[in-house]
Every structure is written in structure tokens, then in C-alpha cells.
């Protein structure tokens, strides 16, 4: 969705990220040079917007929801906050 929504080639993409291992910022400088040093704003509220919006599917939510020992009760539905526990997890499980 993100690389689709920034025009970016995803094997180009892909590529840089495994060649280079970049930090945040050079990963976001390396964008903004692909992107010609600017990226369209109305192109970056509309990814946004849909980013918000979107809730992964069931099976992916209870996943996500298991894995950090939470009950799937419906309170926590959009792919935000569940991508958020999942990297927690992730780098909790990382450390030990």
C-alpha cells in the first residue's frame, strides 16, 4: 500500500533495504530521492487516509492479538494499532 501510494518500485525498494540496511532517515532520504526530492502532498494525505482506515482481516487480528496475549474483544480493529503490538512483540521477542 505504502509503496504503491509513494510510487515506489517495490524490487528497487526491497533491494535497497536488504543492500543497505538503512536507518530511518536514509531510508527516508533515499524516498525522497527516488520521488525527485519531493514527494506529492495530495498523493501523501490520500496514503494516509487510507492507512488510517484500514483494519486488517480477522484471522490476521487474531493473530497479531495472540501472539501479545491480548482477547480479541473488538477493541482494537484498525492496522495501526495492531501493526504497533506486532512490532512491540516482534522487538520484545528480539531481546530474549
Known sequence: MVLDGL????????A???????TYPQFEAWVLEQ?????DRSAVAELNAA???YNHDDDTRGS????SSIDDDGSIL???NLNNLDDWYELHA???
Open 51 to 53: 492507512i488510517a482506515g
Open 7 to 14: 510510487g515506489l518500485d517495490k524490487d528497487a525498494t526491497l
Open 16 to 22: 535497497y533495504i536488504s543492500d543497505n540496511s538503512p
Open 35 to 39: 520521488s525527485g526530492g519531493s514527494l
Open 64 to 67: 497479531i492479538l495472540g501472539a
Open 78 to 80: 484498525d492496522a495501526v
Open 94 to 96: 528480539s531481546l530474549g
